[in-house]
């Protein structure tokens, strides 16, 4: 077995395992045991992949053995009813069959056809900045939300307060909770789950029911509303109706086919949605902490577009600093440090050491991430210009979307959104910390939250347009296709 802290009689490493920032623990261990660590918690082994090297050997040259899941995630799949989800299904036929509807609506041609969507739902988010800067998270949310529903579903959205949006907000964050390993003892003693919820201990149960019900209304709700609106004849072109039709026009469908187009399309709902949120909250989070790169942006934006007009994403090969920032926005703090844990469906052996079938397998996204080796010097530090050298990898090709054959389907579409998003908030607006009430700006407070999803704690800062000109281009009706009246 690989090497790793020793365990105790029985529990084996199961006091050892770190409850917050998990992934720094990891990477800790990485330096004194090496790049493939071994821990035993409570008999199940799971092992840790500290390096791009060994991501690479194991996710992708063996990715036929290393890509299922847990065979068990009791509280996922059972008490929360989270088997629907493609992220926690076990490697087969299931999880090909929602994988391959996904990717015939998200491969990267398919992606240029929601450009539309994603610029105006865009524009829409730098008029709610420019009325209501300090409830920038919840503007993001917003705009996140009206993006993936319209393509998702032909659903738009309401202006305030969406049920959709705080549904999908509480799944991820369900799903971002109990997904992490050992974060809840009934994964490891799967006999847990017949524990009823008035026990003192199995509070456990009473949360996977919240959990559940979020879940069920993540697949059924707007899946439905698209239906009614298809069989009223009033259905806008969208990911749902358009595999629906396609099902209709077939003779020989499979019995579960909408079943499938209703659990990706929700797939589609949670990973779309808030994922994006946490993503440009880090990128606003580091606009305050290293000005400096947000100067240099502008810079490069306002040489290339000008005050006449917003950016669009045919701008993109001649903004390479602005492109830059969304990597590094990737690289710096990842989304997901730990990704979603594999499974190992055989035996193995890698580098000499046996890892035996079963095994859950991690890969420190956010370790190898921050290898000077591959990224540079500085690695703590936000560097936009690391990816302006020859020879620099992409994050989104190198774990920040995840590892081998279950890499994220909509990777392609995140990127973009990514791109219009800081491109235009950064054309238009100057982020810095926030301020006392002499208007002196303060240090920012912040924590990395824990768990699969991770992103900063909500935090305040001052989001004001760079001019007069700017605010004037924002309200400008014709020059955003009339989308934000």
Not at 212 to 218: C, F
Not at 327 to 333: D, I, P, Q
């Amino acid at each position: 077995l690989p090497p790793g802290p020793p365990g105790k009689p029985i529990i084996g490493n199961a006091l050892d395992m770190p409850r917050i920032r998990e992934w720094e623990t990891y990477a800790r261990w990485a330096k004194e045991y090496g790049e493939i660590v071994y821990v035993n918690v409570l008999g199940t082994p799971m092992v840790f992949i500290n390096s791009r090297r060994l991501a690479y050997e194991v996710f992708e040259k063996r990715s036929s053995l290393y890509s299922d899941r847990m065979a068990s995630l009791p509280m996922l799949r059972e008490l929360m009813g989270f088997d629907w989800s493609m992220a926690f299904h076990r490697y087969g036929v299931r999880w090909r069959r929602h994988r391959r509807a996904m990717h015939e609506k998200f491969h990267p041609a398919a992606v240029e056809g929601y450009k539309p969507v994603q610029l105006k739902h865009t524009r829409e988010l730098l008029r709610r900045l420019l009325r209501q800067p300090e409830d920038y998270v919840k503007h993001i949310r917003h705009a996140a939300g009206a993006i993936i529903m319209e393509i998702g579903y032909g659903i738009h959205i309401k202006t305030e307060n969406d049920p959709y949006i705080h549904i999908a907000k509480e799944t991820v964050r369900a799903a971002g909770e109990a997904g992490a390993p050992g974060r809840f003892f009934v994964d490891l003693l799967p006999w847990m789950k017949y524990i009823p919820e008035w026990v003192p201990g199995a509070s456990f149960q009473t949360q996977a029911k919240i959990w559940k019900e979020y879940g069920r209304k993540m697949t059924e709700l707007p899946f439905q509303t698209t239906k009614a609106a298809m069989a009223a004849g009033t259905a806008e072109p969208s990911f749902t109706s358009s595999h629906l039709e396609a099902i209709a026009a077939k003779k020989d469908s499979p019995p579960d086919a909408e079943e499938v187009i209703k659990n990706t399309a929700a797939i589609i709902f949670a990973g779309g949605a808030d994922t994006t949120v946490s993503s440009l909250t880090t990128f606003i989070l580091a606009m305050i902490l290293f000005p400096e790169v947000q100067k240099k942006a502008q810079a490069e934006l306002d040489d290339v577009i000008g005050s006449d007009r917003l950016p669009e994403f045919g701008d993109k090969s001649a903004l390479p600093y602005t492109v830059a920032i969304y990597k590094e926005t990737m690289r710096w703090h990842p989304l997901l440090p730990l990704g979603v844990p594999h499974a190992i469906s055989g035996d193995d052996v890698i580098e000499g050491y046996f890892i035996p079938k079963g095994a859950i397998i991690c890969g420190n996204t956010w370790s190898i991430l921050q290898d000077e080796a591959d990224f540079g010097p500085d690695t703590d530090k936000f560097i936009p210009e690391r990816f302006l050298q020859a020879g620099i990898r992409s994050p989104g090709n190198t774990g920040a979307f995840g590892f081998g054959r279950r890499i994220c389907p909509g990777r392609f579409m995140a990127e973009n959104s990514l791109f219009i998003s800081i491109a235009s908030i950064l054309h238009l607006f100057e982020i810095s910390g926030p301020r006392d009430s002499f208007g002196n700006e303060t240090p920012v407070e912040y924590e990395w939250t824990s768990g699969i999803l991770s992103s900063p704690t909500d935090f305040h800062c001052t989001i004001k347009p760079r001019s007069k000109a700017a605010e004037e281009l924002i309200l400008s009706d014709d020059k955003v296709d009339g989308t934000l009246a």
